[in-house]
Structure formats: structure tokens, C-alpha cells
């Protein structure tokens, strides 16, 4: 199973921040959360990742809270373009860091 | 930007017939991957492939699966007999000396 929840749908206006959250309790010291994103039925994008720090890159953000429990990620201006299945992933420290996916968050954003 | 290919896009196949999916993972990269998404539901890991070897495979990455990269660039996915149930999309992914997995387009296969 997943190690993480998110929730399955969210909306958000176009030219706003769109801000996804997503929890993670059982997150190992160790484990990165990675966040992706599915437009379609294409490849899993990827968008940003983070070990303990919030991390910024030019797509969006990621805070991560200093519990590791949660993180949020922030896309600051929602385009149409924006609108996919967002996923968040806790890489699953095997050795082989095999992706474990959950069901995500579709993102509509809205003109 | 260097990124993970895929071919065919498209493979619409009879049932019992062998399917081969090929993968050109980004070069340098050392960790390759198989996922597959049946329609409408969750990308599932099907194997890892490691120093050309299989690291690790899934419940569903039974005996009429296997993997290969023959000639140090492609990587590809074989499915000796192929049921209706294997239609699905088919991403393959590969992974460097960092944490992240970069996805190719995906092979939309359709058993009939």
C-alpha cells in the first residue's frame, strides 16, 4: 500500500496558488517525498523533492513540516495547464527506491 | 534535456500473442523501471533492474514477464502471452546517481 494520503480532488482558480497537501506519519528518516504529476494518461511528470528542507525550483514548492509528517506543495500560479493528477510519493528505501503510488489528487483549475 | 523514449506508442496485439516494449533510458542513468496503469487506476510497479539484473519485481511481474537491456541502451519489456487483462499503459522509468525516477511517454497496449 501507499505510505502516503492525499485527497482525491481539488479545485482551484486560475492565476492563485494551488496548495496540495499530503500526509506521510509512517515517513522513515531517511525516505525523500517526491512529488509528480500525470496530465492524461501520460508519463509522471516530476515536479520537485525533499528530504527535511522546503525546497523551491522553478515549477513549485515544497514545504515540508519538521515533523516530516506532512508536506504541502505549491504550485504560486495555477494555469489550465496546471490541471492533472497530482501524486505524492515517499520513495520506498528498499534499495531499489521503487515508486509506490497512491491514488493522487486531481487538480482542476478553473478560468 | 535528456529524457526516457519509448516504443511503439501504440500496440494493439492478439491475445496469446508476445509483445516486446522498448525503453531508451537517459543515458549514464543505472536503475531502470518498469510501471504499468490499467485504465482509471493506480500506476503500479511491475520490476527494477539493477547492474543487469532484476532487483526487484512485483506479484504482478509473473512468469510471463521478463526484462532486458541487450545492447546497453535500450531496455526492454517482454510479454510471452499476452492475456486481455494485460491491456494497459506500460511507463518505463530510469533513475542516475541521484533520488529521482524520470518517466518516458508510456506504451498504451491493447489486447484483443
Known amino acids: 500500500d501507499a505510505k502516503t494520503t492525499q485527497p482525491p480532488s481539488m479545485d482551484c482558480a486560475e492565476g492563485r496558488a494551488a496548495n496540495l497537501p499530503c500526509n506521510h506519519s509512517?515517513?522513515?528518516?531517511?525516505?525523500?517525498v517526491y512529488w509528480y504529476r500525470q496530465i492524461h494518461s501520460q508519463g509522471p511528470q516530476y515536479i520537485i523533492h525533499?528530504?527535511?528542507n522546503n525546497e523551491t525550483n522553478e515549477m513549485a514548492s515544497l514545504i515540508i513540516t519538521e515533523d516530516r509528517k506532512s508536506s504541502t506543495l505549491i504550485l504560486p500560479h495555477a494555469t489550465l495547464r496546471d490541471t492533472a493528477v497530482y501524486y505524492c510519493i515517499v520513495s520506498y528505501n528498499s534499495g531499489t527506491y521503487k515508486y509506490i503510488f497512491g491514488t493522487g489528487t486531481r487538480l482542476k483549475v478553473l478560468a | 534535456e535528456p529524457e526516457v523514449t519509448q516504443t511503439p506508442s501504440h500496440q494493439v496485439t492478439q491475445m496469446g500473442q508476445e509483445v516486446i516494449l522498448r525503453c531508451v533510458p537517459i543515458?549514464?542513468?543505472?536503475?531502470f523501471y518498469w510501471y504499468r496503469q490499467i485504465l482509471g487506476q493506480k500506476v503500479e510497479f511491475l520490476v527494477s533492474?539493477?547492474?543487469?539484473?532484476?532487483?526487484?519485481k512485483s506479484e504482478i511481474f509473473d512468469d510471463q514477464f521478463s526484462v532486458e537491456r541487450p545492447d546497453g541502451s535500450n531496455f526492454t519489456l517482454k510479454i510471452r502471452s499476452t492475456k486481455l487483462e494485460d491491456s494497459a499503459m506500460y511507463f518505463c522509468a530510469s533513475k542516475g546517481t541521484g533520488e529521482t525516477q524520470y518517466f518516458g511517454p508510456g506504451t498504451r497496449l491493447l489486447v484483443l
Open positions: 509512517t515517513i522513515s528518516g531517511n525516505e525523500y
Open positions: 543515458s549514464n542513468h543505472l536503475y
Open positions: 533492474f539493477y547492474n543487469n539484473e532484476i532487483s526487484e
Open positions: 525533499g528530504l527535511k
